[in-house]
């Protein structure tokens, strides 16, 4: 397991306070059975875009500072609503913090995500340290501990390229902030908040359990964070419903990554005690939910009678439960808008109604009759709903429920009404349709149109064609919306005359239900449409045509996108469609309005790459400088396209912008460019920018290029000791790894740890065959040549390493020993020396340096006695050397005291003192790993 450092920042009397969510996911869908014909400013409109999977930045909102009393009485009234909510649900209550420990814990901003870079689990919160004595308390900031399945984890989330800041509630922790150490005191009566991180926490989806502790004097301040959590959405739960089938789930506070853990074991809770349909809301005062948390539930609540839900984050909803459906989300919360089953809903009451509705169809009548009569102010509309089951002589009951003063009751029994096929029923949906409040004539408009009897269709029809032909006996606001949901050729006709004539809006509205009847005289309709003088009415007819294909249809959309970019951007349709047509007549149109204000000029350039030629090209090249870097990153792109002489130049300056997109952009189109030029160019930024994201980007370019002078560039950069050395080097890995020999390579190594060098020798031989540039795979065989003393081939070896790699140590210094061992000694120290200086900061270069001196110390013993005592004098400085260096693992000092090449130093008192001091630094290293951990 990875233990990262610890890591936390200060705040002082930091401000708690909810975000809000920008109004930027669309509207609420419309509901179902009864919320189709709300009022027309509440619908949704053609052309509105929902995006599921948008996570806008929340923005801290401004709020009173919290005094160290009021912290306290926030803490102890969270742990009062988890309490009562295990209470509830049958669970064991939380472990009650001790009170009488100076220092009490209270924690917000709790936060529990993955880092998918490197798959890395982690939690960051705020935590604020509260001091309810009267004297001043001092703690370590980094003896902050989490308790999590048996493990005690230190604060640390390991900083990587790319990662600076992690989400945490409402605000941010800067991870830079985190690496702050030292004492923090907490004055009396008062409260510091501290930012904390933890990593490698334990599961996938599952939120384990966490206690936070920190030792404070000889007392322990501790909070279990995963029934804060559960207290912070200060829920409460209601049964309702005939044997309180329903569960009604209120949240009153906030959910947090760790509180979905709880809200998921609540639903189950229920669901297990056979309350299985459920209804999750909101209280008014609730703050707005998170993206990736409102998103979590929309997707499980329509994963219920299906696959479940499994996002790879946050928990997986039980089997067991049958129905959830989400109403009434708090003021500024992202809902995405998911096609399938309706499971979100704009009021409490149409949320109860569409859970329950399946369980009223089958319940026996005796039970339905007695909810209806008397059932919850919640459950009783659902039944009612249902009441369309109820035998003939109940009808009269259901009637008069629909004058009920309450519209839901009203609604309910028009509903049920659509169940009946007598005449008594059609004429009061009739009555009902010419004269109630707007909500219950769109319910009777929607029975008429849904009733299974075609003498309800009949009534519908005389209606339209007296709507149609006479003054209004029914507003077309409540009319068309419900004709276009229960298309029938039957009233085709009147809609036509609707849409040709009479208020925009309701034009709109028969347009589109004529679309879904397919009606023949569609595009007469349309062509009137689209040349009005109503803007809504244009765009509504556009969005059809746009949709419907045929020659025709295709003209007068195109007519139209043109006389609209003579004064305007495009819309998202128009881009749509003008992806599919390519009208080249529009390239000039969307040039010009590159230049007006407020267009998505990332957009107009996107569109016109796949539109325009090489006619864009001396338009980019011009705006280019005068664009922000986002959208410069598009045109960077586009550029790359259509080979623009200026590419080169404007990539260069994008790398060096510190952008993260004009940098992506720049590195992905160098590495498709594969060129000279491209290479080049990632190379000079490898070696000559100063920003760390840059350095690593082009290390990545040049590793997806892999030409022999790209791989050349990262290899030489590998063997620096700093970031890009780092960046380097994780590409040369990746390029082992790609590489077509990296199998009998991983071979080849694995015998080389075995020691089986005959082994070793055949599978770098089937790597290289597989690909000789494969430089590890020379320097490999050349080593395994040399410890089969096979000099010859090693030397072969060494010189193809040496000329793949001019900077490879290893191949200078064995080549060195190489012509020692033939005799050549003061050629051997001579031809290391002179490269020596190049490798100053090389362990392994000292090692092997000091493995030359020794054997040259050998040759030498009997010629020159006092020489080749100074040469292994010389041999133990060079490795005392390679141990400052860091060479003091234990498999290094290992071979040391077995390294054949090292034989005549071995009993030596300066050799067994240099492998001692190895030893020693390899120990405080490993105490030192065992203190992060």
Not at 586 to 601: C, H, M, Q
Not at 827 to 849: C, H, I
């Amino acid at each position: 397991m990875r233990h990262a450092a610890w890591c936390v920042a200060v705040t002082v009397f930091a401000v708690p306070a909810f975000g809000q969510f920008p109004d930027d996911f669309g509207p609420f869908p419309l509901e179902d059975p009864f919320e189709e014909a709300i009022e027309a400013e509440e619908a949704v409109e053609p052309g509105d875009e929902v995006a599921p999977n948008l996570v806008p930045e929340i923005a801290p909102a401004d709020s009173a500072p919290l005094t160290a009393a009021e912290l306290l009485q926030r803490s102890d009234d969270v742990s009062r609503s988890a309490a009562d909510v295990k209470k509830l649900i049958g669970d064991p209550p939380p472990a009650v913090s001790k009170t009488d420990v100076p220092l009490r814990l209270v924690p917000e901003d709790l936060h529990l995500g993955r880092d998918y870079a490197r798959q890395v689990r982690y939690l960051a919160m705020r935590v604020w340290l509260v001091n309810g004595s009267a004297k001043p308390v001092t703690v370590p900031r980094e003896s902050f501990r989490l308790i999590t399945r048996g493990n005690e984890l230190k604060p640390g989330i390991p900083a990587r390229q790319g990662l600076t800041r992690l989400p945490a509630g409402p605000r941010f922790i800067e991870l830079p902030e985190l690496s702050k150490t030292g004492p923090v005191t907490v004055p009396p009566h008062a409260a510091i908040a501290l930012q904390v991180g933890f990593a490698d926490l334990p599961g996938s989806t599952e939120v384990p359990e966490m206690t936070l502790r920190l030792p404070v004097g000889g007392d322990m301040a501790e909070v279990d964070l995963n029934a804060y959590s559960l207290g912070l959405m200060a829920l409460q739960i209601e049964r309702l419903g005939p044997r309180g089938l329903l569960g009604l789930v209120t949240v009153g506070g906030e959910i947090t990554p760790v509180g979905a853990g709880q809200l998921a074991t609540t639903l189950e809770r229920l669901a297990n005690d056979k309350t299985t349909r459920l209804v999750l809301t909101w209280g008014e005062n609730a703050p707005a939910v998170p993206p990736d948390l409102s998103n979590w539930l929309v997707q499980s609540s329509l994963g219920i009678d299906g696959t479940p839900a499994n996002d790879g984050q946050h928990p997986v909803l039980a089997g067991a439960i049958r129905e959830l459906h989400l109403a009434a989300f708090p003021a500024g919360t992202g809902v995405p808008n998911y096609g399938g089953p309706r499971r979100v809903h704009r009021t409490l009451a149409a949320a109860v109604t569409a859970a329950l509705g399946t369980a009223f169809q089958t319940m026996p009548l005796d039970e339905l009759l007695r909810e209806i009569e008397g059932g919850h102010v919640l459950t009783r509309p659902a039944a009612i709903a249902a009441g369309g089951r109820l035998p003939s002589e109940r009808l009269p009951m259901l009637i008069e429920l629909t004058s009920d003063a309450d519209v839901d009751i009203a609604k309910a029994a028009v509903v049920a009404l659509r169940g009946f096929g007598t005449q008594p029923s059609i004429d009061r949906l009739v009555e009902l349709a010419k004269d109630a409040p707007l909500p219950v004539r769109a319910a009777a408009v929607e029975s008429l149109a849904a009733s299974r009897f075609g003498v309800g269709h009949e009534a519908l029809r005389a209606l339209l064609e007296g709507s149609v032909d006479g003054a209004p006996l029914i507003p077309p606001q409540a009319l068309v919306p419900v004709l276009a949901n229960y298309p029938r050729p039957l009233w085709g006709d009147a809609l036509y005359k609707l849409a040709m004539q009479g208020e925009p809006a309701v034009r709109a509205e028969a347009l589109a239900a004529l679309a879904k009847l397919g009606h023949p005289e569609l595009t007469v309709g349309l062509e009137a449409a689209i040349e009005s003088d109503d803007d809504k009415l244009r765009t509504r007819a556009f969005s059809l045509l746009a949709r419907r294909g045929d020659p025709e249809s295709m003209r007068m959309a195109a007519e139209y996108t043109r006389r609209h970019l003579a004064s305007r951007p495009p819309t998202r349709e128009m881009f749509t469609l003008l992806l599919r047509t390519k009208d080249p007549q529009v390239v000039p149109l969307l040039i010009e309005r590159l230049g007006d204000e407020g267009a998505n000029r990332s957009d107009l350039i996107r569109l016109l790459s796949q539109i325009g030629g090489l006619e864009i090209r001396d338009t980019l090249e011009a705006v280019y400088p005068t664009l922000e870097p986002p959208v410069q990153a598009v045109a960077l792109g586009t550029l790359a396209q259509l080979r623009s002489p200026k590419f080169y130049d404007f990539a260069e300056a994008a790398l060096a912008s510190g952008e993260p997109a004009l940098v992506s952009v720049a590195q992905q189109q160098l590495q498709v460019d594969g060129g000279q030029e491209a290479v080049a160019l990632l190379t000079r930024t490898l070696f000559e920018s100063d920003n760390d994201m840059a350095v690593s980007y082009a290390a990545q370019g040049l590793g997806g290029i892999a030409t022999p002078e790209a791989r050349a560039a990262i290899r030489k950069a590998a063997h620096r000791d700093d970031e890009r050395g780092q960046a380097a080097a994780r590409e040369w890995v990746k390029l082992i790894t790609t590489s077509a020999g990296s199998q009998p390579f991983q071979a080849a190594m694995s015998a080389r740890q075995r020691e089986d060098w005959k082994q070793a020798v055949e599978r770098y031989t089937d790597a290289i065959e597989l690909d000789p540039q494969l430089i590890d795979a020379w320097s490999g065989r050349a080593n395994a040549n040399m410890q089969l003393t096979d000099y010859q081939a090693a030397r072969a070896d060494y010189e193809k390493t040496l000329e793949l790699d001019p900077a490879d140590s290893a191949a200078v210094t064995c080549l060195g020993i190489l012509r020692v061992f033939d005799g050549r000694v003061e050629e051997g120290l001579s031809f290391v020396r002179d490269r020596s200086a190049e490798f100053t900061e090389s362990e392994l270069f000292a090692y092997n340096t000091a493995c030359l001196y020794a054997v040259a110390s050998e040759r030498l013993e009997k010629t020159d006695a006092a020489r080749a005592e100074r040469l292994r004098v010389d041999a133990v400085k060079e490795l005392h050397r390679a141990v400052e260096l860091g060479m003091t693992a234990a498999e290094h000092v290992s071979w040391m005291r077995k390294d054949p090449d090292l034989k005549s130093l071995h009993g030596r008192p300066d050799f067994e003192k240099a492998v001692a001091a190895a030893e020693r630094a390899g120990d405080r290293g490993k105490r030192r790993a065992g203190e992060k951990r």
